[in-house]
């Protein structure tokens, strides 16, 4: 009876002993799931998500508190990333990335450009190419279609293409997906 | 050597723990919507299965028996099992983040895992001495795992397929898992235990 107190007794002790140390010792610091989400984002820190940038949308995901459905030039296959990531299902998109079924290019109207580089500076991942008094152009393969660069042009050159479907963009529509859609979510059984 | 094989293979395939005797249901239906998941819940449980097994067996005959308060088997056993989830959590909390977050609740719920007490408990019954009794847990785990694995893969496939509308989501994936049990009844007879 005693023996068995007293065992249970060391025995307890041990154990809390091994996991408050283990506690210090693996202790966590910041945040490191927030790091993996930013990563994913397309870091063009356009706000269309309603947060201040790709940064503070990734900890708010990992906070739980915003759904991870509202990067609009991440589209699908970001909100896919994220839910692979995390281990979520995936979701339709939401809000302002919703709109955004197919992929869009900013375009500069080149006749009517008057070279003033104020979409340049608007542009958040430099895909607009020229300088001052010069026409300026869209790099394609670096432009998300974020559409900064629309409000801030005086003479209202740049409009939003479809990016074209092309032998290389086109691919199977996910099992279950309306047609037309990129992707909806992937249908899962509860 | 043979010895062991034939615990290896008794546990994994003939006496699996999941599909023959029932154990650890609660993960086999709750994490295995995806493959990932499922293989980090069975990598999870396979690393608690095993150490909580070696630790339990070194409680148990080195504490309990000589102080003959084998009667306290239950009691110790699940404290040295709740020590080694938590221990596994703070562990993985540090190592693999996304892990973590992948298994969320039910890391802690292989605290009650029956597998994890039951492979202990049978242990302490057997008494086959310290390499057999952590290579049953280690068998018992992997066959978990990888009856976990099939079943997160088939329901993987169930989930885009033209299932009847009375039998969509867990009704579904019950008949399935059934029917896997049944096919497992096929390896009764391949290692006497």
Excluded at chain 2, 144 to 166: C, K, N, T, W, Y
Aim: hydrophobic share 50%; with cysteine.
């Amino acid at each position: 009876m005693l023996g068995a107190i007293a065992l249970f007794t060391v025995l307890a002790g041990a154990f809390g002993a091994l996991l408050g140390y283990s506690a210090i010792r693996f202790r966590v610091e910041g945040d490191p799931i927030a790091e993996q989400i930013d990563h994913l984002l397309p870091q063009s820190q356009c706000g269309q998500c309603g947060f201040p940038g790709c940064r503070p949308y990734a900890e708010a995901i990992a906070s739980g508190e915003a759904e991870i459905n509202k990067c609009a030039p991440g589209g699908a296959a970001t909100m896919v990333a994220l839910a692979d990531l995390l281990g979520r299902d995936p979701v339709p998109l939401d809000g302002a990335a919703a709109q955004e079924t197919v992929r869009r290019l900013a375009v500069v109207d080149e006749t009517r450009c008057i070279g003033c580089t104020l979409c340049l500076q608007a542009c958040p991942v430099d895909a607009i190419l020229g300088a001052a008094k010069q026409m300026h152009t869209v790099i394609a393969s670096e432009c998300t279609g974020c559409e900064l660069c629309l409000p801030p042009c005086p003479v209202e050159c740049i409009r939003m293409d479809p990016l074209p479907e092309t032998l290389r963009s086109w691919k199977w529509p996910y099992p279950g997906a309306p047609a037309g859609r990129e992707v909806a979510a992937h249908p899962e059984a509860a | 050597m043979a010895e062991y094989a034939l615990i290896l293979v008794g546990t994994i395939l003939v006496n699996n723990f999941v599909l023959a005797k029932f154990l650890g249901l609660c993960p086999f239906m709750g994490v295995s919507k995806k493959v990932e998941t499922a293989l980090g819940l069975g990598l999870a449980t396979t690393f608690v299965l095993t150490l909580s097994g070696a630790v339990a067996y070194l409680v148990d005959h080195w504490l309990l028996v000589p102080l003959g308060i084998e009667f306290l088997r239950t009691i110790a056993f699940i404290l040295v099992i709740a020590v080694v989830v938590q221990f596994t959590e703070t562990v993985m909390h540090k190592t693999s983040p996304m892990l973590y977050q992948a298994l969320g609740i039910y890391l802690p719920l292989i605290t009650t895992n029956c597998i994890v007490l039951g492979v202990a408990l049978l242990n302490a019954q057997a008494d086959k001495g310290f390499t057999a009794s952590v290579l049953y847990a280690f068998g018992a785990a992997l066959g978990f795992s990888m009856v976990l694995a099939l079943f997160a893969g088939l329901r993987e496939r169930v989930a885009v397929a033209d299932v009847p509308e009375p039998f969509q989501g867990n009704a579904i994936a019950l008949v399935t898992a059934g029917l896997m049990s049944l096919a497992f009844m096929g390896f009764a007879g391949l290692v006497q235990s």
